[in-house]
């Protein structure tokens, strides 16, 4: 089974709110990252936290670990238009072997 | 720099065929992965090779296998082609272990259409 899962499955805003997209995973992890897919094409990394990590910004993205509860969260401020894609959480378990979640599919209404 | 490059981009075959893919890595990284993305099960780890060796391989059968270059460049292969073979695979290049976290680059993929 697939060790992260996103949650939720869809989200649909309008331009201008912020979006937050969860993440679960079952076994302790060397760091998190955030992937960003459009439409069936390549992954592109968006922020990468270390467990040892709690908070981390970039631009208008906001990623939080718990390890204790095992999860994770990616916000994005001020959405716009050009952020619609699917977003997949990624985990590392032992270094370069990654498992990605199901992802969130994000749709932002101009 | 350039991306990751993947060749090809589109392919149809047939079932009991086998096929190659190849990847080419930004240059100066050193470790490749591969990743398989359906629909149904998403995006799987299939296996992830450094300095031409296979350091992680995720659950697939044996019909899947890779290898790399001592240039980076890597190739998979997937011989006996099935109908569930059909995806999108891509390709992924990081510096490597040593160099601290590994952020992975993403190539635009091949997709597979097995017929």
């Known amino acids: 089974s697939q060790q992260g899962e996103e949650d939720p499955q869809a989200l649909s805003i309008q331009e201008g709110e912020n979006a937050t997209m969860n993440c679960s995973y079952k076994?302790?992890?060397?760091?998190l990252q955030w992937y960003r897919q459009n439409s069936g094409r390549g992954l592109v990394h968006l922020i990468l936290?270390?467990?040892?990590?709690r908070e981390k910004h970039s631009g208008r993205l906001r990623v939080t670990l718990d390890t204790s509860k095992k999860s994770s969260s990616l916000l994005i401020t001020a959405s716009r238009a050009a952020d619609t894609a699917s977003y997949f959480c990624?985990?590392?378990?032992?270094?370069?072997?990654?498992?990605f979640g199901t992802g969130t599919s994000l749709t932002v209404i101009p | 720099k350039a991306g990751v490059t993947q060749t090809p981009r589109y392919l149809i075959k047939t079932r009991g065929q086998q096929v190659t893919l190849s990847c080419s890595p930004i240059?100066?990284?050193?470790?490749v992965s591969w990743y398989q993305q359906t629909p149904g099960q998403g995006l799987q780890f299939l296996f992830e090779?450094?300095?031409?060796?296979?350091?992680n391989k995720g659950n697939f059968p044996g019909r899947f296998s890779g290898r790399q270059f001592s240039n980076s460049r890597s190739e998979m292969n997937v011989s006996t082609l099935e109908l569930g073979d059909s995806a999108l695979y891509l390709c992924?290049?990081?510096?490597?272990?040593?160099?601290?976290?590994?952020?992975?680059?993403f190539g635009p993929g091949t997709r597979l259409t097995v017929t």
């Open positions: 936290i270390r467990s040892n990590e």
């Open positions: 992924a290049s990081s510096l490597g272990p040593g160099q601290g976290a590994y952020e992975q680059y």
């Open positions: 240059s100066g990284h050193r470790s």
């Open positions: 090779y450094f300095s031409e060796t296979q350091r």
């Open positions: 990624a985990t590392d378990l032992t270094g370069n072997q990654f498992y």
């Open positions: 076994t302790s992890i060397n760091n």
